[in-house]
């Protein structure tokens, strides 16, 4: 199972998306919108939800959406307020998970959750914008999927999180205090560790509590010191925006 997705700057927009994706044979409880969304009723979810997420959870009728996608929910998600998740595969993804809703989910569903893109879809929901999620058994069907996103207007997952990057690269130059040269030296190793702190599975752990699971992932690159240099500030940059658990620095 794999995930394809796109932000779309109009909900509209990203409705007829959903329906289009519906079209291509992909079920639709493997899509899901997410979208800014103003009416949240506080009710709280389990107690092993995931730290730092899913403040509240409230049902919201079908009609709610525009592209009904069965049950949805609204969350208030730290460091990026109200959502809106149209389709479970959506409200498990950010955070609503445990008894409320993820045990409607088959397991291989939720394995091919894209956690690691959790950031990108926050900070394109914080700017407004919504987002579409299907996952696919196929790399056939993922690219039917690609093309039908981009011809309806839909920005790739990988150029918003260029977008994302770009916005902060000057403030990280800045805080990496080696200088310009080194920075652009240390840019890869640093930016990866960044965006591995942001990580769904990295969010409320230490970086003792992580470096298993880093290595595991990126090899002989998290003990670099770019790389760590990269996670610490990834994790002060979420603790920032709301989304921490408190740990701003490691021990």
Do not use: C
């Not at 109200?82 to 409320?100: E, H, P, R, T």
């Not at 207007?153 to 990496?176: F, H, K």
């Not at 920032?240 to 658990?245: H, I, K, N, P």
């Amino acid at each position: 199972m794999q995930s394809v997705a796109g932000v779309f700057v109009r909900r509209d927009d990203a409705e007829r998306a959903a329906a289009a994706l519906e079209s291509l044979g992909i079920p639709r409880d493997r899509i899901t919108l997410l979208t800014p969304g103003a009416d949240t009723r506080r009710v709280p979810t389990d107690e092993g939800e995931r730290p730092g997420v899913g403040a509240a959870l409230g049902t919201v009728t079908g009609a709610a959406m525009g592209f009904p996608l069965g049950a949805a929910v609204s969350l208030l998600v730290p460091g990026v307020g109200a959502v809106i998740a149209s389709g479970l595969i959506g409200a498990v993804l950010l955070g609503a998970g445990g008894a409320a809703v993820g045990a409607t989910l088959e397991e291989s569903l939720v394995t091919g959750l894209p956690r690691d893109e959790l950031f990108v879809y926050e900070d394109a929901l914080r700017g407004g914008h919504t987002v579409v999620i299907a996952l696919v058994e196929d790399e056939a069907l993922a690219e039917a999927a690609r093309r039908t996103l981009a011809g309806a207007g839909a920005e790739a997952v990988d150029a918003a999180r260029e977008r994302w990057w770009l916005g902060l690269r000057s403030a990280e130059q800045e805080e990496y205090g080696d200088g310009p040269q080194a920075f652009e030296r240390d840019e890869a190793l640093y930016r990866r560790g960044f965006e591995a702190a942001l990580g769904a599975d990295a969010r409320g752990h230490a970086w003792n509590e992580s470096v298993d699971r880093l290595r595991a992932r990126h090899g002989a690159d998290a003990d670099t010191p770019a790389f760590r240099r990269g996670w610490e500030r990834g994790q002060t940059y979420l603790y920032d925006l709301g989304g921490g658990t408190g740990l701003k620095k490691s021990a």
